[in-house]
């Protein structure tokens, strides 16, 4: 994933509400977000040249998503692929701190990543963009990820926040709506690049919400949310939209399922 806005716990009948893009080279060979065959219970996109994923939900209400970091002193290719790192948590049975205790301890195996997990009344970030960077337990808010540390002020994130903060306020949550929080494809000023230290041609190529290029654009965009039912049952509601090179829609997934109680769902 390369933005990721997310309210948690802000709506008391919705503990998570995201709309997040995808961005990625086009020649890369991606499968759609579905139910996998060899994990039933595991909804998410499938990466089929690494074998991981950038973002899921499973029927037991635990959820994963990973970006990249952009650090251009960090070019080498890694030891491990970070899509490996969502899967394994959505797989998993671990809460969320524990399972990034284990990451941080071989966060040096991968390139830079920031990454989210959760369960139940639980939400955690974690980067190895930084050696001092410990996992942390986010309290309820609005928030947006992207190719820095969680809320760095790119452009696209903040309007991405801006548009998330007032569909909240809406008695009912439309995908639709969701996914105009992140589907500019305008590109930002340079002037408001800079003071990022964001200069060169790609970077602002790269501005853009939803980015089209021949080679590399949005391949994406997800709309997700949890919602409150009887008791502590969750309910799951997702959609994803895929795109060609030309910013075209190509492919539409939409599933909504129940989850296991969320007392059930924060591992061990």
Known sequence: MCLIVFAWQVKPAFPLVLAANRDEFHRRPTAPSDFWPEQPDLLAGRDLEAGGTWMGVTRQGRFAAITNYRDPNRTLPAARSRGEL?????????????????????????????????????????????????????????????????????PKLALARSRLAPLLEAPTLAHDALRQAVSDRRLADQNDLHPLGLRDAMDRQLSAQFIVTEEYGTRSTTSFWLQRGAGSSLAASWEELSFDPAGRETGRSSVAFSCAPASQATGA
Not at 115 to 138: D, T
């Open 86 to 154: 969502p899967l394994a948590f959505l797989t998993g049975s671990d809460s969320p701190a524990a399972f990034l205790r284990q990451v941080a301890a071989r966060a040096g195996d991968y390139a830079g990543f920031n990454l989210l997990v959760g369960a139940g009344n639980q939400l955690w970030y974690f980067s190895n963009s930084s050696s001092e960077h410990r996992p942390e337990a986010l309290a309820p808010g609005i928030y947006g990820l992207s190719n820095a540390r969680l809320d760095t002020p790119w």
